[in-house]
């Protein structure tokens, strides 16, 4: 059985910083791609960033250059470093798992996902 754990979020200032960690356990037989989304309300589900075995990284425009993905590939764990947090950051944060990159980049037909966590950026 697939387990997607998120923790980390919470209510931060803008301009402050959060990390975001997901536990993944009963991914089997097979490779995934790792990745990020989001889902403001009112507002479609956005691919954050994603993150291969290797450790090659891709991000939404929005975030580039203020969040970093990383895995512990050991460990299992997975994580979104994000700095410089903005209000149009605020979201539900979901962690999610699939065999096809792009599910994960437009935020559709993913294999698996968490629970979520709340991200909210005050102004």
């Known amino acids: 059985q697939v387990q997607l754990v998120e923790s980390g979020g919470g209510l931060v200032q803008a301009g402050g910083s959060l990390r975001l960690s997901c536990t993944a356990s009963g991914l089997t037989g097979g490779t995934y791609f790792m990745g990020w989304l989001r889902q403001a309300p009112g507002k479609e589900m956005e691919g954050v960033a994603s993150i291969d075995k290797d450790g090659r990284t891709m991000y939404a425009p929005s975030v580039k250059g203020r969040f970093t993905i990383s895995q512990d590939n050991v460990k299992k764990i997975l994580y979104l470093q994000m700095n410089n947090l903005k209000p149009e950051d605020t979201a539900m944060y979901y962690c999610?798992?699939?065999?096809?990159?792009?599910?994960?980049?437009?935020?559709?037909?993913?294999?698996?996902w968490g629970q979520g966590t709340q991200v909210t950026v005050s102004s």
């Open positions: 999610a798992a699939d065999r096809d990159l792009r599910d994960l980049v437009l935020g559709r037909g993913i294999n698996y």
